[in-house]
């Protein structure tokens, strides 16, 4: 499911949707009916999940198959969540992408909230899998407004926080979305700890960011946008 238009047979997504649902149940990034998923299996159908259902106890009949007109081919006693809207506009709008999860992890969260970007040129692993994750503008959850404001953001980014609202990336496969996802919730803990906590953070040189930028391109990364950093190193010297 890693490589780019190796689509997963409909079994194999059922599979990952309801498992990724269950770590994200798990790991406290929604609660009760929140969040959402969804998985390509060819270049025109998705399955994703239902509305009104824990994503910690979902079923693989309960998941949704549709097409990227939002035409329903398949689906149980439940409807597709409103938000699958902008998983759709999504994938319209970056064919490469196969799969795509929102959630409402608590601190990338409060970040949405506060209406601050995660934007920081201060962690290696950020820079290589997420690069800068922009906040963007409130519009109601459900709403067809809200996959037109993130709309100017998908070719670039590889995450997005919503303000008010929560965090939606995606990837290449189901675990690449799942792992962005699980990735700007640690940016966001590691930037509140030095913003909030410390008081300080080393930030990177431009030359130690454009090292990173030249690691994320020989993994096939494209996007992301690049934080920016600062002239000289501020890290460079053993404190004792």
């Not at 790991?27 to 998923?37: P, T, Y």
């Not at 949704?64 to 689906?75: A, H, P, Y």
């Not at 929102?102 to 290589?128: D, K, R, W």
């Not at 509140?192 to 990177?204: S, T």
Request: glycine share 6%; net charge negative.
């Amino acid at each position: 499911m890693s490589k780019i238009n190796q689509y997963p047979t409909d079994e194999e997504a059922k599979k990952m949707i309801v498992e990724i649902g269950r770590r994200m149940y798990i790991k406290n990034f929604v609660a009760a009916n929140d969040g959402n998923i969804s998985c390509k299996v060819d270049d025109e159908t998705i399955w994703t999940t239902p509305t009104r259902v824990s994503k910690g106890f979902m079923s693989e009949d309960e998941i949704v198959k549709m097409r990227l007109d939002g035409t329903i081919i398949n689906q149980g006693e439940r409807a597709p969540s409103s938000e699958v809207k902008m998983h759709l506009r999504v994938y319209n709008e970056r064919k490469d992408v196969m799969a795509v999860c929102h959630a409402h992890p608590p601190i990338a969260t409060s970040f949405a909230i506060a209406g601050m970007a995660l934007n920081q040129a201060i962690y290696p692993e950020a820079i290589v899998n997420l690069g800068i994750v922009p906040c963007v503008h409130y519009e109601t959850p459900g709403s067809q407004q809200l996959p037109d404001s993130i709309a100017p953001y998908i070719r670039d980014y590889n995450a997005l926080l919503l303000a008010n609202h929560g965090v939606v990336t995606w990837g290449t496969s189901l675990i690449e979305a799942w792992y962005r996802l699980e990735s700007t919730e640690h940016y966001a803990m590691i930037t509140m700890y030095n913003i909030n906590f410390i008081g300080k953070a080393n930030v990177l040189s431009c030359d130690q960011v454009n090292e990173l930028i030249q690691i994320r391109k020989k993994l096939g990364i494209s996007s992301g946008g690049i934080p920016s950093g600062v002239v000289n190193p501020s890290n460079l010297i053993d404190k004792v």
